[in-house]
């Protein structure tokens, strides 16, 4: 596909929270919040479908940390507090080691 394609079909773009480059939302992953109270946290969403406010992220360790350490989870799902992304770390893990 040349970039005149992806221009003319309009693929969906989406800001990674780690590193703030932007993507195609097809190379990012979704991660939704899942649990309420202390059993709040993140989950990995690599099918989209969960409901709810989504944040995306490039596939990788990297830029959970960027994010983690710039609390864009929090921002981007209007928190108080910090959200647990042990599962959204597992998963990035498994897909860097595959
Ligand atoms: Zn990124």
Do not use: N, Q
Request: charged letters at 35%; aromatic letters at 4%; one cysteine or more.
């Amino acid at each position: 596909m040349t970039a005149e394609d992806r221009a003319r079909r309009r693929v969906p773009i989406r800001t990674c929270v780690g590193c703030r480059s932007r993507a195609e939302k097809s190379a990012l992953l979704r991660v939704v919040v899942e649990g309420s109270g202390p059993d709040m946290g993140l989950v990995p969403d690599p099918d989209g479908k969960r409901p709810g406010r989504g944040a995306y992220i490039h596939p990788s360790t990297g830029c959970l940390d960027a994010a983690e350490r710039r609390r864009a989870f929090t921002r981007s799902f209007r928190r108080g507090g910090p959200l647990d992304v042990t599962l959204v770390r597992r998963w990035l893990e498994a897909v860097e080691r595959a």
